[in-house]
């Protein structure tokens, strides 16, 4: 069945899953809310394609979110999942893989002789990376207030749900219900990429400021990458005020570079060393698995060997560890390279059908993660993401899907491809393309 013929399975399925879940969906982004229509229902995968509960087959630019750096159900990851699923799901005690995966983080996160990541602790998911990092940070350095860019999604524990208040440098005002003021108000947030906003933030703040936290480069506005230069004057800035960095690489990490977008940033000549920096997606090779890692006198302030607690039952969950190893050996410089050239050939694809089509139009890209934004140029922080013509996002996803390309579902989200995408899934998009483009033209 192709993707034309009708979702009268997938949407059965979704009217199923709203009368037992909440939306209908365990993560927003899948309930198709900013794009309408029915969420297609996933049922298998494999290589660079998915396939729903009617049975179409679909090229895949989600990737899980990024954790399918590989490809989906990759030999390699499967043999080293069931191997350990032989023997035994859960210990509730320390394993061998936990320590094997902490040491390939930290020798991955090495470039140009800096090697910003001297302890890991594995914990279950992005957010609670983040939430232990500031929570770490703001014990070691004895302060109370954190400093975040407006667009930046770093999971959603409380005090990262929160928004910009009138000015540059004001305390913030909830982002969510059940986030109480007083927890918002611990955090400020500034506008990306502004360098005054930040000096302005600690000429005022400064000796309360914990830590800045930022997406190495930021990919839940689109993709917005740092302009040169910024996050060494984060570094800088904040250990100017006794404030320490947290670089998040949970999307990032591993996925557009071998050491992560730290990595690419460094070879690129910019070098600067983060205090804290997070993981998750790739290094869980499509299991829950994330991670926290720094300087071992910072990490030395963790439970058990000092007063900043943290716990998880399932933190180094096994299956998960056997199924991040396997692909973080499987990730070479090779791999990487064909990611790059495959990310080439989209954008370039994309841009030409956009172009011919009339539309105006940039593509954002960091790395090879990149999206389309439907504004004469990329953006450079998240007002000027909101003013693109979002509303032509959504024809264009909708030709696509019913061309069997599944694009994330909402202009705001990276597309990802993997090491699996071949010509003919390539072959595929650019077949899409032409009128997913006189779509959004239309629109």
Do not use: C
Request: aromatic letters at 6%.
């Amino acid at each position: 069945m192709s993707a034309a013929e009708g979702t009268t399975r997938n949407a059965e399925l979704f009217d199923r899953a709203r009368a037992a879940i909440p939306g209908g969906v365990n993560s927003p982004v899948r309930g198709f809310g900013s794009v309408g229509g029915t969420p297609r229902f996933l049922e298998r995968a494999e290589g660079p394609h998915v396939w729903d509960a009617e049975g179409s087959r679909y090229v895949d630019l989600v990737a899980s979110w990024g954790p399918a750096l590989l490809g989906h159900a990759e030999p390699s990851v499967l043999e080293a999942v069931h191997a350990a699923v032989s023997r035994g799901l859960s210990f509730g005690a320390s394993t061998p893989g936990e320590t094997e995966l902490a040491e390939l983080i930290a020798e991955r996160v090495r470039a140009g002789g800096l090697a910003p990541v001297e302890r890991v602790r594995l914990v279950s998911t992005g957010t609670e990376a983040t939430m232990t990092a500031i929570r770490l940070a703001r014990g070691a350095t004895g302060r109370d207030l954190l400093v975040k860019f407006a667009g930046h999604y770093h999971g959603h524990s409380d005090s990262l749900l929160a928004e910009a208040g009138s000015g540059l440098a004001t305390l913030a005002l909830p982002g969510s219900a059940g986030v109480t003021a007083a927890t918002a108000a611990q955090t400020l947030v500034v506008p990306y990429n502004d360098r005054a906003a930040v000096e302005a933030v600690f000429a005022e703040h400064g000796e309360r400021i914990a830590a800045i936290i930022t997406e190495a480069s930021a990919a839940n506005m689109g993709v917005v990458p740092p302009e040169p230069g910024f996050n060494a004057f984060l570094a800088e800035t904040a250990h100017r005020h006794g404030a320490l960095l947290i670089l998040d690489e949970v999307l990032t990490g591993f996925r557009v570079h071998p050491a992560g977008f730290w990595g690419l940033q460094v070879e690129g000549g910019e070098r600067f060393v983060p205090d804290l920096m997070t993981f998750g997606k790739v290094i869980g090779g499509g299991l829950p698995l994330a991670a926290l890692g720094g300087r071992a006198d910072l990490m030395a302030q963790l439970a058990p060997t000092g007063p900043v607690y943290q716990a998880g039952t399932l933190s180094g969950n096994p299956v998960a560890v056997a199924a991040g190893l396997a692909t973080l050996r499987a990730a070479t410089p090779e791999v990487y390279a064909r990611l790059n050239r495959t990310a080439d050939a989209i954008v370039a694809a994309t841009g030409e059908a956009l172009h011919a089509a009339g539309v105006e139009h940039s593509i954002s890209r960091a790395g090879n993660l990149f999206n389309v934004v439907f504004a004469p140029r990329s953006p450079r922080d998240y007002a000027e993401a909101k003013t693109q013509r979002a509303e032509r996002y959504a024809p264009f996803f909708h030709a696509m899907l019913d061309a069997g390309v599944s694009l994330p579902p909402s202009v705001f989200e990276a597309w990802f491809v993997t090491a699996a995408h071949d010509e003919a899934a390539l072959d595929q998009i650019r077949a899409a393309l032409p009128l997913a483009a006189r779509a959004a033209a239309a629109g």
